[in-house]
């Protein structure tokens, strides 16, 4: 009995090394041995609703993409820009990247080069990159009133006037949605604030999980349009997209946040262990504190 | 005195109110001002003011590594990343590509196939039909590094083709071109090292949660159960969880609740075994096992508290913060707040 | 009191007179609710900052984070160790980093008096003048312009991981004894805490970011939540312009809950039918 009683109080007392060991194996195991756990993905009421809500749009529907993220929140926020664009061009709806943060450039020019592969897509026929500029809100302001105050040119240096698809794009009322894939400030919140409600432009967005506490109240509010809550939402995303296209005829490789789901479910299994190993261990110590007192 | 603290406190009162109340303003240029202009100025003056740090950051390193304080082999990586993303961005392009015309006559399909070979094209047809159809120079879509590396290809089509060009993109847009020196340094490097200090949250998050999250008392047991329905919940785990086991922490919650006020421990376990017997009998008679109710499933109830407490505590600290930030921000202007002036 | 909270009404009143016969002519159409929330806010503000002026005394629940700054300082001297602060990792034009140097201000005041070395690492070089300049006045204030050097402020990096290896290092290697976040921070925040755990330091928080308020709750030792990190300066100055500051604020604070009851339930009583007036139309654009 004593011997289970020491066992229990020292769960308590576990060296960090010990869990840093265990949360990477539970974390690494799955990734290396996906057929080992293989969970089914159950979507929900947001993400479905981001689904509907692009599915409404009709073909040559002008989108306006801001990619608001870096790559240490590449891993979380790159499949959605996957999932989104592969939607988007699957739907012939025509696609304008921007960036707010400068690393946005390079995800950009990442997430259009890898699906631009899948499916027959040119550049200026179905998507423009016009890349990164400083300013957070002030570009989300300027963009509302002349888009040509902020870019002159495309990521490639080319003349926006002599783009085919910026023809007739003025300002950010001539799109007829605006998403955002946000990892922090300027992102979503900026987005609704200075563009896309004052203007009414219906808006959705795909953030980091630590973020969906902050951007919750726009979405209840029906200021943003849904919400791509972090790796799980990416993943819900994808699976919606591949029944749509598969209903389509069109296959493409599973998307990266399905497989790396496992590996999440693993994680916070162990993490909740953890927990309640800790308050068994408390509560075990509590008691022997108040038996020998 | 009038350098170091009248003039800055000047500029900021007076760029304060035209930029707060330029706002409300019906006039194209005072709108233009607190729109465009203010801002410009700042990302301008925030450039240039990238050398300060970058000059102290390498002042701090070199000196380290002449006076071999503690470490000084570390400062040695530090300026070697500093000078190579320097060099990368500022000296070396590392971004060319090949520009042909001119085939000669008949040996666009052969011209094709290598063209489709370098570029792992499967169709060589799309690539001899851009051929044909390319009115000037056509733009092999590859970018190369190093010129050497370009040179291979076009030794590869110098019998074929009168023309070719070893062109370089252009300085700014050689940045961000995918192939290039710098987007390989991107992706390469500074991609997974970013990736992997992010990572280590989830060991952070495991040992802070192991460390913290204990049943103290009644809040620190709410943001437990809490925590452990969101974790649960966020993840496709949560949707496994049967119904007769969430009733069974349900009833677990009960009886902890109700311990204290309970003498008899066999009350206690009557309440919980019963509970959790009568849970279970109720749900098997109701027809739970095929349809669970939404309140008996862990990602409702994880949705249900995103949806409403989440939200509503989330209202309450924005709206906190904002008047925390209009106060602040009001002190400022005013010039009432001096601080960051150093007073 | 009386008079002048009547003539503040009358100025209000008059502005927004002047406001909605100017609009389309002089002012933007559309903006009249934001235009008086503003001019309102700051009214409020500023009666209660001149009250303040005149000696009303303005009472400060006590703030555990601030209060054990001290403390902590003392706690690093006692040790032989440094202090570590971190101003967040935004650039001066974020509220919450001026609210940082400000807490910086006192910090290095203490650390002068206390003769205790002080470490800041920034992220952005615009930040870095201005702590050197706070540190300095600082040092200045106290008499101890010998103990300060611009070394003890010093640039990391802009890339938001490279400084929190930067500052992770220094927190290996040094061993602060007293950790300092206090500013904007985003996902580095728990990597800090717990490292600045893991070396046994008293660590004190504080941030507007409602996001990273969670992790630094459960791994530091005092945080500031949310606004209690803007009220440091009025609270560790004691001048009463500051003070009065806060109580305004407190008073804005209760007419956007009085505002949110009340429209709550004229728009119940809207949809219900019982009036025909919907309140909700008035916080349009």
Redesign the interface.
């Known amino acids: 009995m004593n011997r289970i009683k020491n066992i229990l109080v020292s769960l308590g007392s ?1 060296d ?1 090394r010990v ?2 060991i265990i ?2 194996l539970s ?1 690494l195991i799955p990734l290396l041995k996906p057929d080992w756990v293989s ?4 979507n ?2 947001h993400s479905q609703r981001v689904f509907d809500e692009l599915n409404l749009l009709e073909p040559n529907s002008k989108v306006l993409l801001s990619f608001d993220y ?6 979380e926020i790159h499949p959605m820009a996957i999932a989104l664009l592969r939607h988007m061009f699957a739907k012939n709806i025509k696609v304008y990247g921007i960036a707010l943060w400068d ?1 946005g ?2 995800m950009s ?2 997430a259009f ?1 890898q699906v631009s592969k899948e499916f027959e897509i040119a550049y200026d026929k179905d998507y423009v990159n016009l ?1 990164y500029k ?3 809100e ?1 570009v989300i ?2 963009l509302t ?1 002349d888009f040509r ?1 902020k870019y002159k040119s495309d ?3 080319n003349n926006i006037d002599h783009l085919l698809l910026m023809k007739n794009v003025n300002n950010l009322e001539d799109f007829d949605f605006v998403i955002s894939l946000s990892a ?2 300027p992102g979503s919140k900026q987005w609704v604030q200075f563009g896309t409600d ?1 203007s009414n432009i219906p808006f959705t967005t795909g953030c ?7 951007i ?2 726009y979405v ?1 509010n029906n200021q943003i349009l849904g919400i791509l ?2 790796m ?1 939402g990416a ?1 819900e995303y994808e699976s919606l997209v591949e029944t749509e296209l598969h209903t389509m005829g069109v296959s493409l490789t599973p998307g990266k946040a399905s497989s790396m ?2 590996a ?9 262990l ?2 309640i190993f ?2 068994i261990s ?2 075990s110590r509590r008691r022997e504190d108040r038996n020998n007192s | 005195m009038l350098l170091k603290r009248h003039i800055p406190l000047l500029i900021v009162i007076v760029v304060g109110l035209i930029t707060l109340f330029g706002h409300f303003i019906a006039h194209e240029g005072v709108n233009n001002f607190v729109k465009n202009v203010s801002t410009e100025w700042f990302d301008i003056i925030a450039s240039f003011a990238i050398f300060l740090g970058a000059l102290n950051m390498m002042k701090l390193h070199i000196k380290k590594i002449f006076n071999k304080r503690r470490n000084w082999q570390y400062s040695i990586l530090a300026v070697f990343g500093f000078s190579f993303a320097i060099f990368a961005g500022f000296l070396y392009r590392g971004a060319y590509y090949l520009s042909i015309s001119d085939v000669n006559a008949g040996k666009t399909s052969i011209v094709s196939n290598i063209i489709a070979e370098e570029i792992n094209e499967s169709n060589p047809l799309i690539i001899q039909h851009k051929l044909i159809s390319s009115k000037n120079d056509y733009k092999i879509d590859k970018i190369y590094i190093t010129k050497e590396s370009s040179i291979l290809l076009k030794d590869k089509l110098d019998p074929f083709v009168e023309n070719i060009k070893i062109k370089s993109i252009d300085w700014g847009s050689h940045v961000q071109t995918e192939g290039s020196l710098f987007y390989w340094m991107f992706f390469q490097i500074l991609n997974p090292l970013s990736a992997t200090m992010f990572a280590l949250l989830a060991f952070f998050v495991a040992s802070a949660s192991y460390r913290a999250f204990r049943i103290r008392n009644f809040e620190a047991t709410l943001l437990l159960v809490s925590g452990i329905i969101l974790m649960l919940g966020r993840v496709p785990i949560g949707d496994l969880i049967p119904w007769w086991m969430v009733s069974i922490m349900i009833v677990f919650g009960i009886g902890a609740i109700s311990a204290p006020f309970l003498n008899e421990r066999k009350t206690l376990f009557g309440i919980v075994g019963g509970g959790i017997l009568a849970f279970i009998v109720f749900g098997i008679l109701m027809g739970w096992n095929q349809n669970p109710p939404e309140l008996l499933s862990i990602p409702s109830i994880q949705s249900w508290i995103f949806d409403y407490p989440t939200a509503a505590g989330s209202r309450a600290l924005m709206i906190g913060i904002g008047l925390g930030v209009i106060g602040t921000s009001f002190r400022i202007i005013l010039g009432i707040e001096r601080s960051f002036l150093g007073e | 009191m009386k008079n002048k909270i009547v003539i503040y009404i009358f100025i209000f009143i008059s502005l927004l007179i002047l406001y909605h016969f100017g609009e389309g002519i002089v002012f933007v159409e559309g903006s009249l609710f934001t235009f008086s929330s503003v001019i309102l806010v700051s009214l409020t503000l500023y009666y209660f900052i001149d009250q303040a002026r005149k000696g009303e005394e303005i009472y400060l629940r006590p703030i555990a984070g601030l209060k054990a700054i001290e403390e902590a300082v003392g706690r690093a001297t006692e040790m032989g160790k440094s202090v570590l602060f971190v101003p967040g990792i935004s650039d001066l034009d974020q509220v919450e980093t001026v609210s940082g140097l400000i807490l910086l201000g006192n910090v290095a005041e203490i650390t002068a008096k206390y003769e205790t070395d002080l470490n800041v690492p920034v992220a952005r070089s615009i930040v870095m003048e201005a702590a050197r300049e706070t540190c300095k006045e600082s040092y200045l204030k106290v008499g101890r312009p010998d103990l300060y050097s611009d070394e003890m402020v010093n640039y990391i990096s802009d890339d938001q991981f490279a400084y929190t290896a930067g500052v992770n290092g220094i927190m290996m290697r040094e061993k602060p004894a007293a950790c300092f976040y206090q500013g904007k921070f985003y996902a580095e925040s728990l990597i800090l805490a717990e490292t600045g755990n893991s070396i046994g330091a008293i660590q004190v928080a504080g941030t507007g970011s409602a996001a990273q308020i969670p992790f630094f709750v459960t791994a530091c030792d005092y945080t500031l939540i949310g606004e209690e990190f803007f009220t440091a300066s009025a609270y560790l100055s004691n001048k009463p312009d500051l003070i009065g500051c806060i109580k305004g604020q407190d008073i804005v604070k209760l007419f956007a809950m009085v505002t949110m009851v009340v429209s709550l339930i004229l728009h119940g009583f809207f949809q219900a039918g019982w009036i025909r007036f919907d309140i909700i139309t008035l916080f349009g654009n």
């Open positions: 576990l960090r869990i840093f949360v990477g974390v969970l089914p993905i159950k929900k009421a870096g790559p240490s929140t590449m891993p690393t450039n390079f020019t990442d080069s890349g400083p300013g957070g002030a302001q300027g009133s105050t990521l490639s240096g922090g400030d004052p980091t999980s630590i973020q969906v506490t902050d919750i109240p209840e809550e972090g799980p993943a789901m496992s999440q479910s693993i994680a916070h299994i162990v993490i909740v953890f927990i800790g308050n408390y509560f």
